[in-house]
Each structure stands twice: as C-alpha cells, then as structure tokens.
T-cell receptor, first 111, second 117 residues
Framework: EDQVTQSPEALRLQEGESSSLNCSYTVSGLRGLFWYRQDPGKGPEFLFTLYSAGEEKEKERLKATLTKKESFLHITAPKPEDSATYLCAVQRGVGNEKLTFGTGTRLTIIP | GAVVSQHPSWVICKSGTSVKIECRSLDFQATTMFWYRQFPKQSLMLMATSNEGSKATYEQGVEKDKFLINHASLTLSTLTVTSAHPEDSSFYIC?????????????FGPGTRLLVL
C-alpha cells in the first residue's frame, strides 16, 4: 500500500525565516510526486511535479527536491502570503491513477 | 495551468433532498475525474474515480448508491448526493486529469461546501 508521511504537522516561522517541509513516501512504481498548496476553504493549487530522484524545481520562494525516499519543499525568506497548508501526494503507474496524499503541513508566517 | 471549475460553490439543503455538484475542466479534456471529500483540518479523502463513458470506481466504504457519479463527457462530471443527511455535510472537491504527457497532473476545482440541515 502506498504511504505518504508529512512533517512537521504545523510550522510557524517569522517572516524571512527559511525552512523546509518534509514528505516521506513509499510507493510501488512511482510515476510522480506532487506538491500542492491549499488555502482554507479552497481546493488545492498545483505547485510542482517531480518524476525522478535528483530532480529539483523552483517557483518564486519555493524549491522542491526529490530523493528515492523523500521530498523536501524548501521555502526561502517566506512572506505572510505563503501561509497555507502544503500537501504532498504520490501517483503510481503511467498516469490517471489516484493520488495518495499526506496529511499536510500547516505553515504560518508571522509578520 | 489548467482550470477546473465547480458549481455550486456552496449549498444548503434540507435532510432527505438530493444535491448535484458539477465539475468542469475548462481548457483541457479530462479523461479521468476524481471526487474527494474533506473534513475540517483533515486531508483529502478520495471517494471515487471516474473515466469518461465508464462507471465510476468507488473507494472502500463509500456508498455508490448514495454518491452517484456521472462522467458523460470529457469536460463534465457530476456528483449527486442522494437523500442527503447532516452527516453528509462536508467540503467536496473534484480533480481532473487529462492525457498523460499532455496534462502534467491532477488539477483541482475550488470545492463545494455542502451543509445539510
């Protein structure tokens, strides 16, 4: 059974204080690992897809990396608007399969 | 990125009535659509997977006769909550995925909040 574990469950940072969110996973036949951002009362917003170990992707203050067992979402010099729940998910197979989600990290950036 | 819409964004109904939620992919053809529900401060729980023109596949514990899913076209899927009860109150979210290689991932709708009185 595919499993995704995210840590920490919640993280409070001062504005400008960089940190990382962790996503550990086990999956048979990984197609991709996905990061989403979810604001309260809204659907998840797509951030990144990572397909193979060693791959990295960046978007503004966010950088996602992937190893064979885990992924990190690095946030550099965060701003209050980066406050959200960050979800990690894995997908097996060749596509159009269900995503297995972690429980998320609730990130709060304090001005 | 690709856009998925949901309608309505929120609905209040009386116990025993049926409610239909629409999910549309606006700028790509969704070969597969997924329906999730989410309780406060919890992660997404997959309810069912539907492929265009086929019967939906339901996750264990999800009543298929209560949550009717139709995926009649490549841009529209509907979820009907039949004979809704207060315990069905939740946040329902759909996602859509297109042809692998053409669409990068599953894109999510904005969600529908259902309150059953």
């Amino acid at each position: 059974e595919d499993q995704v574990t995210q840590s920490p469950e919640a993280l409070r940072l001062q504005e400008g204080e960089s940190s990382s969110l962790n996503c550990s996973y086990t999956v048979s036949g990984l197609r991709g690992l996905f990061w989403y951002r979810q604001d309260p009362g809204k659907g998840p917003e797509f951030l990144f897809t990572l397909y193979s170990a060693g791959e990295e992707k960046e978007k503004e203050r966010l950088k996602a990396t992937l190893t064979k067992k885990e992924s990190f979402l690095h946030i550099t010099a965060p701003k209050p608007e980066d406050s959200a729940t960050y979800l990690c998910a894995v997908q097996r197979g060749v596509g159009n399969e269900k995503l297995t989600f972690g429980t998320g990290t609730r990130l709060t950036i304090i001005p | 990125g690709a856009v998925v819409s949901q309608h309505p964004s929120w609905v209040i109904c009386k116990s025993g009535t049926s409610v239909k939620i629409e999910c549309r992919s606006l700028d790509f053809q969704a070969t597969t659509m997924f329906w999730y529900r989410q309780f406060p401060k919890q992660s997404l729980m997959l309810m069912a997977t539907s492929n265009e023109g086929s019967k939906a596949t339901y996750e264990q514990g999800v009543e298929k006769d209560k949550f009717l899913i139709n995926h009649a076209s490549l841009t529209l899927s509907t979820l009907t909550v039949t004979s809704a009860h207060p315990e069905d109150s939740s946040f329902y979210i759909c996602s859509a995925e297109g042809v692998p290689g053409l669409v990068e991932t599953q894109y999510f709708g904005p969600g529908t909040r259902l309150l059953v009185l």
